[in-house]
């Protein structure tokens, strides 16, 4: 079924893409701010020194924990009752649950917030692209969802940013003040949210009242389908290695390459997003240009596997060499775009904003395990030969999920999954 010209017209920055955009600024600031708060909030709590790792790897897990549960709701829901409704639900909650965040004074409620806000986290991005995907041409496809994800990106750069800046203004209350601006951002975001359309494509899939929609069933049968999906989550793996491990212990693997002091957790953060927003731009207009999602999906994935190998080799030599390495880290990791765009575009209309919200989010739950493994290698092989084993398997996993996968780029996204 064609697209109607009333798609075609809508252009890369509609109010959509707009807001999409920046309800992931939102998203990105609000779940990378734990990575640059952990060890200033910890201390405040009185948590001491050898326990930094344990209890942020635990405080870690449950905000992954919930946003793992949360894609599987926010995903069916954005099928049953439409694109909007996860848009802003999602951003309602995250965004509340990390303003409490800032009134906290002991690990359980600590841990309560990670865990809602999680949950709030896990809906905008998939929400995000599947409206856009589906409002706008195949043309435009692609860099619409290149500019949601590469503002999203900077986000992280304001979290580092204002992270950094607030812990050294007050060391025992900055925290505090950093999640309670992130929750009033996204609260103030909310007020955008006039003149946003539902997607056209969802609402004339829905006159088909015999189509299932958001039933998590059709995710995993016939297994063809669930073998769809799990090619999908296995590319976006490596992405999370790198985040779940790499960057939130980048003070611990900066320390074990011999820098002294140990390089921070926000400057790690900022150094490595800014290369993030700029593999986000060059994956998605390579993508473009090469009219193609597993050309660029592969090229990134040895790009990742190079650059990670680089800087367990030389990220010793000094600051300098270790944060411009994670700059180059964070570019190898840009194809999130081209991936969040590709879940997208792998299934019908029906099915579209389960897998886009779900599978982004089962990603971000496999650094759970992830992290548990490493962290049972790294007393056996060292912090850098563990870390470099386990990102060796999860981007050859990738790679071997991307050779089954098909190419997504050109696929007419009116359609029912049966």
């Known amino acids: 079924m064609s697209v109607p010209e009333t798609t075609k017209q809508v252009g890369v920055l509609s109010a959509a893409v707009v807001l999409a955009a920046l309800g992931y600024f939102v998203d990105i600031f609000d779940l990378v701010l734990f990575s640059v708060l952990r060890v200033s909030s910890l201390k405040s709590l009185g948590v001491p020194d050898a326990d ?77 692209i599947t409206l856009v995907s589906e409002l706008l041409p195949t043309s435009k496809r692609g860099l619409g969802t290149t500019v949601i994800v590469v503002v999203g990106a900077t986000g992280a750069l304001a979290a580092a940013t204002l992270g950094e800046s607030l812990t050294a203004w007050s060391a025992t209350d900055g925290w505090r003040y950093a999640y309670g601006i992130g929750g009033v951002v996204g609260l103030a975001l909310l007020a955008l ?29 016939p297994p063809e389908r669930g073998l769809r999906f799990l090619r999908v989550v296995l590319v976006g793996m490596p992405v999370w290695f790198t985040a779940g491990v790499v960057i939130v212990f980048s003070p611990e693997i900066g320390g074990a390459l011999g820098l002294d002091p140990k390089p921070t957790g926000a400057k790690s953060v900022f ?123 999860c981007i050859s996993i990738a790679l071997l999920a991307l050779w089954r996968m098909d190419e997504s780029f050109s696929t007419e996204l009116d359609y029912l999954e049966k």
């Not at 905000?63 to 909007?84: S, T």
């Not at 969802?202 to 009242?209: D, L, V």
């Not at 030389?314 to 990791?333: C, D, E, Q, V």
Request: proline letters at 2%; hydrophobic letters at 50%; one cysteine or more.
């Open 52 to 128: 930094l790792i344990g209890t942020g790897g635990l405080l870690l897990d449950l905000q992954l924990g919930g946003m793992l549960l949360g894609g599987f709701a926010w995903g069916v829901l954005a099928d049953k009752r439409g694109r909007l409704t996860v848009l802003f639900g999602s951003i309602l909650l995250y965004s509340a649950a990390n303003l409490a965040n800032a009134f906290v004074h002991d690990l359980t409620l600590y841990g309560v917030c990670r865990f809602l806000a999680g949950i709030g986290l896990a809906g905008e991005l998939g929400a995000g």
């Open 193 to 221: 949210r006039l003149g946003v359309l539902e997607s056209s494509v969802f609402n004339r899939a829905r006159e088909h009242k015999s189509a299932s929609f958001g039933d998590l069933r059709q995710l995993l049968w």
């Open 271 to 393: 150094w490595s997003y800014l290369g993030v927003a700029l593999g986000d731009i060059i994956s998605g207009v390579l993508s473009n240009t090469l009219k193609s999602r597993k050309r660029v999906l592969a090229v990134f994935l040895v790009s990742l596997a190079s650059a990670l190998g680089i800087l367990l080799i030389f990220g010793g030599r000094s600051h300098t060499t270790y944060y411009a390495l994670m700059t180059l880290l964070g570019t190898a990791t840009g194809y999130w775009v081209i991936f969040a765009t590709t879940a997208a575009e792998q299934f019908g209309t029906n099915l579209r904003g389960t897998v886009a919200t779900t599978a982004p989010n089962v990603v971000r739950g496999t650094a759970i395990p992830i992290t548990a493994i490493w962290m049972l290698m790294k007393p056996q092989l060292g912090t850098i030969p563990a870390t470099m084993v386990l990102g060796v398997v």
